[in-house]
């Protein structure tokens, strides 16, 4: 019988859950235990997912890999526990707090042969095949993200809580470095910022605007992209793309040579992927989709828009426009 990883889940909240129920139903992984600085919640979810709560020690000492589903703030102090013990690690986005941080995991795995895969989850769907598949060289990216206040994830800023699936799509999309960064924002209902735009430019030229809210009156998710293989608008909600090119899709007639592709997708467990592409990587050897360096450059990124946002506000207090 093959091997089965044995992997434990450290954090019990909302996302934590979810991950173990995944590690519990994986055919190729062992859910050995749940650790949670909140004893009461890991019994909670141990019992729901049909294994013990550990202490920390506990669980690394049983565990051959840990998925960090704690806060962003404690990312870095309990991977570099988990891989200084050996362990190979699936950290929750944002890798880290500080880029600092983010370098000194991935110096660890690397030195001690250990997989480090970052949460990204938008990686391993089918939209983000759907769109990839046919925009290989974007000039102009647009996205969209926005939906109605949650108390959850308000311990952090938009960029880390939403608008950060959208960095990391648009940097797996575009390979160039990021030249410049110019963003505003607001905190509405909580104390970090709730809603922003960022526009980032790449050395190729290309460039992204993202807007990420979680204090509107309606969730909406959509992206549009256009270059030299055509133009994309992709509707996340409704699950469908209309792609105009040159090489798929029926004639246009009022477009010479250009040609109009319906596509839609159907909903997949894009967390069971992400479960079963770290499991092959630790047990197989297979590359990692999402790394360390990966969740470096989304961090990065994220960091670069909350100071610009910073700047932008410090101008706009130093000129009255804010009062507060």
């Not at 954090?11 to 600085?37: M, N």
């Not at 309990?78 to 013990?85: D, K, N, R, Y």
């Not at 100071?307 to 706009?316: F, K």
Request: aromatic share 4%.
């Amino acid at each position: 019988m093959d091997h089965k990883l044995r992997v434990g889940v450290i954090g019990a909240g909302h996302f934590g859950r979810f991950h173990a129920q995944k590690v519990a139903a994986a055919p190729r992984a062992e859910l050995i235990g749940i650790h949670d600085a909140e004893t009461a919640r890991a019994e909670t979810v141990a019992t729901e997912t049909g294994t013990q709560a550990l202490p920390l020690d506990a669980l690394l000492a049983a565990a051959e890999a840990v998925v960090i589903a704690a806060p962003a703030g404690a990312h870095h102090a309990i991977a570099m526990t988990a891989l200084g013990a050996g362990k190979h690690v699936l950290v929750e986005k944002p890798i880290a707090a500080t880029l600092a941080e983010a370098d000194a995991m991935i110096a660890l795995a690397a030195a001690r042969g250990l997989v480090l895969q970052v949460g990204h989850l938008l990686r391993y769907t089918a939209e983000h095949t759907a769109i990839s598949a046919r925009m290989t060289r974007p000039f102009y990216i647009e996205c969209v993200r926005i939906a109605p206040f949650k108390p959850r994830g308000t311990d952090v800023s938009v960029i880390l809580d939403l608008m950060i699936h959208d960095i990391d799509l648009v940097l797996s999309l575009v390979d160039s470095p990021v030249i410049a960064v110019d963003a505003i924002g607001a905190a509405v209902a909580s104390d970090h910022e709730d809603i922003a735009n960022a526009r980032i430019r790449f050395a190729n030229g290309c460039v992204a605007s993202i807007v990420a809210s979680r204090v509107s009156l309606k969730a909406e998710r959509r992206m549009r992209l256009f270059g030299e293989e055509g133009y994309l608008n992709v509707d996340f909600a409704a699950r469908r793309l209309t792609a105009i090119g040159r090489e798929r899709g029926v004639p246009l007639p009022m477009l010479e040579g250009g040609r109009l592709e319906e596509v839609t997708w159907e909903e997949h467990d894009a967390l069971a992927a992400e479960h079963a592409s770290f499991t092959a990587a630790v047990l197989d050897g297979a590359p990692v989709l999402v790394d360390g360096a990966a969740g470096r450059r989304a961090l990065d990124v994220a960091l670069q828009v909350g100071a610009s946002m910073a700047e932008g506000r410090a101008l706009a207090e130093a000129s009255g426009l804010i009062t507060r």
